[in-house]
């Protein structure tokens, strides 16, 4: 069974930066996506930023600009890098690995809370 391990949540203040990492099990090579989601309380989970495995990447409007994802293949691990957070972007983020379209794992979830 594969093992998605995010950490890096934390409480952080409007205009600052965090930085989620996602550690796998296996190797990323064998996944066709790694992919970052966030469900706010009392809202459905929304896909927030995805790394294919050719290296494109994709990402919601509303974290264009601020959020970037990459990946170190030697540690198994995908980075979701956030800058100038909003309160808007508090939520619990998972990382998400898809094999294919009807095979995918998900992390336990981190949160990240941003207030003044």
């Known amino acids: 069974q594969v093992q998605l391990v995010e950490s890096g949540g934390d409480l952080v203040r409007p205009g600052g930066s965090l930085t989620l990492s996602c550690a796998a099990s296996e190797s990323l090579s064998s996944f066709s996506s790694m992919g970052w989601y966030r469900q706010a309380p009392g809202k459905q989970r929304e896909l927030v930023a995805i790394l294919l495995r050719g290296g494109t990447t994709n990402y919601a409007d509303s974290v264009k600009g601020r959020f970037t994802i990459s990946r170190d293949n030697a540690k198994s691990t995908v980075y979701l890098q956030m800058n100038s957070l909003k309160v808007e972007d508090t939520a619990v983020y998972y990382c998400?690995?898809?094999?294919?379209?009807?095979?995918?794992?998900w992390g336990q979830g981190t949160q990240v809370t941003v207030s003044s």
């Open positions: 998400n690995a898809l094999r294919t379209v009807v095979v995918k794992y």
